[in-house]
């Protein structure tokens, strides 16, 4: 069945990264862009960026740029977003989610992996 | 950056209610919006897109209209499974933004 499987749980300190992992698996890897997604603890959801798995170009919210990479591996079918100089606000539930091509929405996404930023 | 913005924020109904959420855009996005429910502690789970169709699984008591910069999602007939958050979406152009959420609670 069509999955997105994410890492686990991560706990970093302010000013360092993280690298946050989401495997694909049961549909064609290259023909769905791939979304980030997160959600701060009690907040709403804020859109980071998409990667093309295809050819690997991105596109991200001003607000991350500089600070975010979206990277992805086609021998794994696997994507990746890293988030660097981490602060407090950072903390919150990522989620991969996957957009077919003609953008019907997201309609496949990860169980989401959460990331806490404490000193 | 295309606004989204959503009313009400919280919405208290009973069961059998018929409920309407309203999604404003800052300007037109033609029919480029979806709508997603999202309970405790899961991921969103896609309901509708391009503002009116219905994703594959969905009951029908959802609906969604509009287009521009006016949409409403409908629950026809709201059943206990239903109550959750609910976020719009658009994604006429980069950034894509979400609404704030309307959190349906039981009355």
């Known amino acids: 069945q069509v999955q997105l499987v994410q890492s686990g749980a991560e706990v970093k300190k302010p000013g360092a990264s993280v690298k946050v992992s989401c495997k694909a698996s049961g549909y064609t890897f290259t023909s769905y862009y791939m979304h980030w997604v997160r959600q701060a603890p009690g907040q709403g959801l804020e859109w980071m960026g998409i990667i093309n798995p295809s050819g690997g170009s991105t596109s991200y919210a001003q607000k991350f740029q500089g600070r975010v990479t979206m990277t992805r591996d086609t021998s794994t079918s696997t994507v990746y977003m890293e988030l660097s100089s981490l602060r407090s606000e950072d903390t919150a539930v990522y989620y991969c989610a996957r957009v077919g091509i003609v953008l019907e929405g997201m309609d496949v996404w990860g169980k989401g992996t959460t990331v806490t930023v404490s000193s | 950056d295309i606004q989204m913005t959503q009313s009400p924020s919280t919405l208290s109904a009973s069961v059998g209610d018929r409920v309407t959420i309203t999604c404003r855009a800052s300007?037109?996005?033609?029919?480029?919006l979806a709508w997603y429910q999202q309970k405790p502690g899961k991921a969103p789970k896609l309901l509708i897109y391009?503002?009116?169709?219905?994703e594959s699984g969905v009951p029908s008591r959802f609906s969604g209209s509009g287009s521009g910069t006016e949409f409403t999602l409908t629950i026809s007939s709201l059943q206990p499974d239903d109550f959750a958050t609910y976020y719009c979406?658009?994604?006429?152009?980069?950034?894509w933004g979400f609404g704030q959420g309307t959190k349906v609670e039981i009355k």
């Open positions: 391009k503002a009116s169709s219905l």
């Open positions: 979406q658009q994604y006429n152009s980069y950034p």
């Open positions: 300007q037109s996005i033609s029919s480029w």
